[in-house]
């Protein structure tokens, strides 16, 4: 199973841009989905959280600006982040909890990290 994140880059304050971050490989199914991100010198932290039913969590400094969402028949998640602002820099994760075919139990999976750099 991978995870493969895609869609950073460089933007202005105030601009928007997309995450995508799509699994694949032998996959039962899909629990929760997730963005997380890390900016230099610090720990990584939630920036939001979407179950397979739909619900979504996020961190109290992205809400109202960042959407999370989810195609489960592409076993992908997205992050449409607006109105970034300077203190979003940082490389973005994706994680999965991912069944995978034949097993029962639930594993972490993360994406390889793409980075979201904000600055004029």
């Known amino acids: 199973v991978q995870l493969q994140a895609s869609g950073g880059g460089s933007v202005q304050p105030g601009g928007s841009l997309r995450l995508s971050c799509a699994a694949s490989g032998s996959i039962g199914s899909i629990s929760a989905m997730g963005w997380y991100r890390q900016a230099p010198g610090k720990q990584r932290e939630l920036v939001a959280i979407?179950?397979?039913?739909?619900?979504?969590n996020y961190d109290y400094s992205v809400k109202g600006r960042f959407t999370i969402s989810r195609d489960n028949a592409k076993n992908t998640v997205y992050l449409q982040m607006n109105s970034l602002k300077p203190e979003d820099t940082a490389v973005y994760y994706c994680?999965?909890?991912?069944?995978?075919?034949?097993?029962?139990?639930?594993?972490?999976?993360w994406g390889q990290g793409t980075l979201v750099t904000v600055s004029s």
């Open positions: 994680n999965g909890g991912v069944r995978r075919t034949g097993r029962w139990s639930y594993e972490d999976y």
């Open positions: 979407t179950t397979s039913g739909g619900t979504t």
